[in-house]
């Protein structure tokens, strides 16, 4: 998706699609000179480019820039404002969970032998596949078992309900807001493609899974136009039976686009999926139930698989703005600090407050609904998020977070922006409708390091535009030069 953007809309999830560099947006961006600036002229600078981009003059900015070795602030502007993050949110979710967890520690997901059959018992690790049900399943046939009566899967490690209350709805029908519980199979997602035809004919819906077509009834109110036409594709599903929605257009020729949609019931999936697996390593497998509720017998254990480090999974989280990851990690979070709570989500976002706390981040200074940045009710100062940044670059956990944000025009979310600035900046994308923010460091030859702190919120520009400002903003920083001032 590195040439590409996408932004959700109403009932479904929509794929608004136009190239970074349309020729609508190289239209509208103006050159800009290569010249060093002073520090004190970022005030007219920065409110230049905000005037630039704007459109209705409704948006608000909150910015901050300040040098990491001596805190100087560089720049400021509504800083201490609260705005709506969106994925910017990760950044304390993940620094929360470096410093709550090993950062190599793994998530282990056991099965054990009972009186009449098996027990998996699901531990949060969001990252279970195919392969690794095949590698379960293969432990248990070499255990010496031929047949199960009785598959139970413990589905109540994470307590509460697996989708945050805030989410919108097109988000809990989208892949990227699937749900977040104990036994994870495949993301918690349904893949598939579509494919543009000759124009005039619908999209082809290709399922990743060939079994899913079988499922599955779509009503598909797609066309593929001719060259000229946008580009936007719309996807939703009954909550209630496998029904796939897909509307919207492709151009005839142009690349396949991939989508998904969520799981309903992710833990009997989870079932479904492993005794399938073991039916094909040779165990047969009679009826198969998911419990909330742990058993009480725990009888001898005969396999287990374990996911990546937690700091692989901070990794995931930052690098490619995964949502399932970041809810898991928060939820799991709360189920080690308060066991007995009925929300490992809201006893997750307690032992966030308290690490940021010990971070130096100011309580006052953010308002969490989630650990992704779906839910539109977080409210995150871009002061919280530098001091978020701060904290961690003074923290035993140093490398791994910064390692773990996307590096300008090379990795995850930053792959195809600031270019000309390559391995010069580390940063947090965020984008939902209306929202953008980038949040991260900046290498600079004669600061040091910069910390910095970009959103931009109720933004009627489309999301490339959004994201131009900011990497103006952001490059403009690059050609900082002290000038005596400091």
């Given at each position: 998706?590195?040439?590409?953007?996408?932004?959700?809309?109403?009932?479904?999830?929509?794929?608004?699609?136009?190239?970074?560099?349309?020729?609508?947006?190289?239209?509208?961006?103006?050159?800009?000179?290569?010249?060093?600036?002073?520090?004190?002229?970022?005030?007219?600078?920065?409110?230049?480019?905000?005037?630039k981009?704007?459109?209705?003059?409704?948006?608000?900015?909150?910015?901050?820039?300040?040098?990491?070795?001596d805190?100087?602030?560089?720049?400021r502007?509504?800083?201490?404002?609260?705005?709506?993050?969106?994925?910017?949110?990760?950044?304390?979710?993940?620094?929360?969970?470096?410093?709550?967890f090993?950062?190599?520690?793994?998530?282990?997901?056991?099965?054990?032998?009972?009186?009449?059959?098996?027990?998996?018992?699901?531990?949060?690790?969001?990252?279970?596949?195919?392969?690794?049900?095949?590698?379960?399943?293969?432990?248990?046939?070499?255990?010496?078992?031929?047949?199960?009566?009785?598959?139970?899967?413990?589905?109540?490690?994470?307590?509460?309900?697996?989708?945050?209350?805030?989410?919108?709805?097109?988000?809990v029908?989208?892949?990227?807001?699937?749900?977040?519980?104990?036994?994870?199979?495949?993301?918690?997602?349904?893949?598939?493609?579509?494919?543009?035809?000759?124009?005039?004919?619908?999209?082809?819906?290709?399922?990743?899974?060939?079994?899913?077509?079988?499922?599955?009834?779509?009503?598909?109110?797609?066309?593929?136009?001719?060259?000229?036409?946008?580009?936007?594709?719309?996807?939703?599903?009954?909550?209630?039976?496998?029904?796939?929605?897909?509307?919207?257009?492709?151009?005839?020729?142009?690349?396949?686009?991939?989508?998904?949609?969520?799981?309903?019931?992710?833990?009997?999936?989870?079932?479904?999926?492993?005794?399938?697996?073991l039916?094909?390593?040779?165990?047969?497998?009679?009826?198969?139930?998911?419990?909330?509720?742990?058993?009480?017998?725990?009888?001898?254990?005969?396999?287990?698989?374990?996911?990546?480090?937690?700091?692989?999974?901070?990794?995931?989280?930052?690098?490619?703005?995964?949502?399932?990851?970041?809810?898991t990690?928060?939820?799991?979070?709360?189920?080690?600090?308060?066991?007995?709570?009925?929300?490992?989500?809201?006893?997750?976002?307690?032992?966030?407050?308290?690490?940021?706390?010990?971070?130096?981040?100011e309580?006052?200074?953010?308002?969490?609904?989630?650990?992704?940045?779906?839910?539109?009710?977080?409210?995150?100062?871009?002061?919280?998020?530098?001091?978020?940044?701060?904290?961690?670059?003074?923290?035993?956990?140093?490398?791994?977070?910064?390692?773990?944000?996307?590096?300008?025009?090379?990795?995850?979310?930053?792959?195809?922006?600031?270019?000309?600035?390559?391995?010069?900046?580390?940063?947090?994308?965020?984008?939902?409708?209306?929202?953008?923010?980038?949040?991260?460091?900046?290498?600079?030859?004669?600061?040091?390091?910069?910390?910095?702190?970009?959103?931009?919120?109720?933004?009627?520009?489309?999301?490339?535009?959004?994201?131009?400002?900011?990497?103006?903003?952001v490059?403009?920083?690059?050609r900082?030069?002290?000038?005596?001032?400091?």
């Amino acid at each position: 998706m590195s040439a590409k953007w996408y932004q959700p809309l109403t009932w479904g999830f929509v794929w608004a699609i136009a190239g970074l560099a349309s020729p609508a947006a190289a239209a509208f961006m103006d050159s800009q000179p290569s010249a060093s600036i002073c520090p004190a002229q970022l005030d007219d600078r920065m409110s230049a480019i905000r005037t630039k981009y704007a459109l209705s003059g409704r948006e608000r900015w909150g910015i901050l820039v300040e040098t990491l070795s001596d805190r100087n602030v560089l720049y400021r502007h509504n800083d201490r404002q609260y705005f709506i993050p969106a994925s910017n949110t990760k950044l304390l979710t993940t620094a929360a969970a470096l410093h709550r967890f090993d950062p190599q520690l793994r998530i282990r997901t056991p099965v054990y032998r009972t009186a009449n059959g098996l027990r998996v018992v699901g531990r949060g690790d969001p990252s279970i596949g195919p392969a690794q049900l095949e590698n379960l399943a293969g432990q248990v046939a070499a255990s010496g078992i031929g047949r199960v009566e009785e598959l139970i899967v413990e589905d109540g490690y994470l307590q509460g309900a697996p989708y945050n209350p805030h989410w919108q709805w097109e988000d809990v029908q989208a892949g990227y807001g699937a749900p977040s519980n104990s036994a994870v199979f495949d993301r918690n997602s349904i893949p598939f493609i579509l494919f543009p035809q000759s124009a005039g004919q619908p999209l082809r819906v290709e399922w990743d899974d060939p079994q899913e077509a079988k499922r599955w009834r779509v009503e598909n109110q797609t066309i593929t136009v001719p060259e000229g036409e946008p580009e936007f594709i719309e996807v939703g599903r009954s909550l209630t039976e496998p029904i796939l929605y897909v509307s919207g257009q492709l151009i005839a020729g142009s690349p396949s686009e991939p989508a998904s949609v969520a799981v309903v019931n992710p833990g009997e999936r989870f079932a479904q999926k492993f005794a399938q697996a073991l039916e094909r390593a040779g165990v047969e497998v009679g009826r198969t139930r998911v419990t909330m509720e742990a058993v009480a017998a725990t009888g001898e254990e005969i396999g287990a698989i374990e996911s990546p480090s937690i700091a692989e999974l901070v990794m995931e989280v930052n690098q490619f703005s995964d949502n399932l990851y970041a809810q898991t990690l928060l939820r799991l979070m709360g189920a080690m600090q308060n066991p007995t709570s009925p929300s490992s989500e809201a006893a997750g976002i307690a032992a966030i407050q308290k690490t940021l706390s010990e971070l130096g981040v100011e309580p006052d200074s953010y308002i969490l609904s989630d650990g992704s940045g779906l839910s539109r009710l977080n409210s995150i100062s871009p002061q919280a998020l530098v001091q978020t940044l701060r904290g961690m670059a003074n923290s035993p956990f140093a490398d791994i977070y910064l390692d773990s944000l996307p590096l300008a025009g090379e990795s995850g979310t930053l792959r195809s922006r600031f270019g000309e600035t390559q391995g010069q900046i580390r940063a947090k994308t965020g984008t939902v409708s209306g929202v953008s923010a980038l949040s991260g460091y900046l290498e600079h030859p004669d600061f040091d390091r910069l910390v910095f702190s970009i959103i931009v919120n109720h933004s009627d520009r489309a999301v490339a535009i959004q994201r131009e400002a900011i990497d103006e903003m952001v490059t403009l920083l690059t050609r900082l030069k002290p000038c005596g001032e400091r």
